[in-house]
């Protein structure tokens, strides 16, 4: 089944500190993971992404995990910011199909001052 | 440059009525996705086209939507006819080429079926 599962659906994370998002999934056909944020009003924007041949990708504060034999992914956001508020999607591709996205079900972060 | 372009950014109706949603995807691109976004079900792809066909239609909910892609700078779905439960927000994206996996959203189209 082509599911990913996402969590926690809500987060709250003091200035500075570490968000943490995990994803999960099940099909073996994935071979692109990305994650998107969604400001409220405005359409989801690619943040980073990871292929399943490498553990970590680090772009700037944001850096994904990858662990290919757990079939999960998270997304730490370090040093948060309350301008990182915001809703954060992880996302699957399965391979060969036209780039076709599964999404996660969403985390709503909110980052305190 | 613009981006993907998505019309009337609000939309309220009655039940019964029919609804056309529209998108101009960015120039050049040649995938485009319609999603429809709802706080129970998240973030569902309905349909995708790559070179203006049609590829995958699997997650249309029923006979009552419909997509169409006449060429390769519009596309419309259109619900007839609509009902309260296809009240969410409707986006629009659209990627480069065919396997490209980074996709450019719209704004979205606020839809309320009353």
């Known amino acids: 089944q082509q599911q990913v599962k996402q969590s926690p659906q809500s987060l709250i994370v003091q200035k500075g500190g570490i968000s943490i998002i995990n994803c999960a999934y099940e099909?073996?056909?994935?071979?692109?993971f990305p994650w998107y944020q969604q400001f409220p009003g405005k359409g989801p924007a690619l943040l980073i992404a990871?292929?399943?041949?490498?553990s970590e990708k680090k772009e700037g504060r944001f850096t994904i995990s990858f662990n290919k034999s757990a079939k999960q992914f998270s997304l730490h956001i370090m040093d948060s910011q309350p301008g990182d508020s915001a809703t954060y999607f992880c996302a699957a591709s399965p391979y060969n199909q036209g780039g076709k996205l599964i999404f996660g079900q969403g985390t709503e972060l909110s980052v305190k001052p | 440059d613009a981006g993907v372009i998505q019309s009337p950014r609000h939309e309220v109706t009655e039940m019964g009525q029919e609804v056309t949603l529209r998108c101009k995807p960015i120039s050049g691109h040649n995938s485009l996705f319609w999603y429809r976004q709802t706080m129970m079900r998240g973030l569902e792809l309905l349909i995708y086209?790559?070179?203006?066909?049609?590829?995958?239609d699997s997650g249309m909910p029923e006979d009552r939507f419909s997509a169409k892609m006449p060429n390769a700078s519009f596309s419309t779905l259109k619900i007839q006819p609509s009902e309260p439960r296809d009240s969410a927000v409707y986006f629009c994206?659209?990627?480069?080429?065919?396997?490209?996996?980074?996709?450019?959203f719209g704004p979205g189209t606020r839809l309320l079926v009353l």
């Open positions: 086209f790559n070179n203006n066909v049609p590829i995958d």
């Open positions: 994206a659209s990627s480069i080429r065919t396997g490209e996996e980074t996709q450019y």
């Open positions: 990871i292929r399943p041949d490498v």
């Open positions: 099909n073996t056909a994935f071979d692109y």
